[in-house]
């Protein structure tokens, strides 16, 4: 599917004993929210299985934005995780995890403030998409490949990768869900969302 389409149901993963009429009610409400959550055509937004062990429930996504080549502009992965005991680390029951990476143009790739700018695409995000959330934290990693002998592809390629996470305030994540996809959009090159850029030609 390419978006979040009001209804659907991402994978999540529970304690195998436990029937799905226990869920605890705040995860199903972040859940569904999150699955009500419209999110714009560019962004291909598929179910993912979560990773185990990390909380008692978790859900999980993979969004990905592709050019008109089939090459990856940009990709992540998000993961809900909740604890209904609470986490000390978290600072509450919920949490985010968010994965991201883009291969960036030259000009930009070199520009030694890129891990800072990084970051305050996800900060800004979410603030700018009302995501209230706390003890956000992550990493900004900036990497350049260059390719040598016969490798097919640019000689050399930018990359940036984010590892970030977060905790809601609330199971009214979908703010959160377009923050996330924000952050991709911009790491990707797109325009603002309703924004076209006009042909030179």
Known sequence: MTAATPGARMTEERPTDAPAAVRPAIFVEAVDNLGATRIRPEVVVEPLRPPQRLAPW??????????????????????????????????????LVAYASAELDEQMGVDPMLPTVGWSWLTDALV?????????????????????????????????????????????LGPHLLAFVDLLCTAAGLPPEGVTILSSS
């Open 58 to 95: 978790s859900w999980a996504l993979s969004a990905d934005i592709i050019d008109p080549d089939g090459g990856d502009l940009a990709s992540g992965r998000l993961v809900l995780l909740h604890d209904p005991d609470g986490h000390d680390a978290w600072d509450g029951v919920l949490r």
């Open 128 to 172: 700018e998409r009302g995501a209230a959330h706390r003890a956000a934290g992550g990493t900004v990693t900036q990497t350049t490949s260059t390719r040598f002998g016969d490798l097919a592809g640019p000689a050399t390629t930018i990359s940036l990768e984010m590892r970030a996470s977060w905790t809601a305030d609330s199971a009214d």
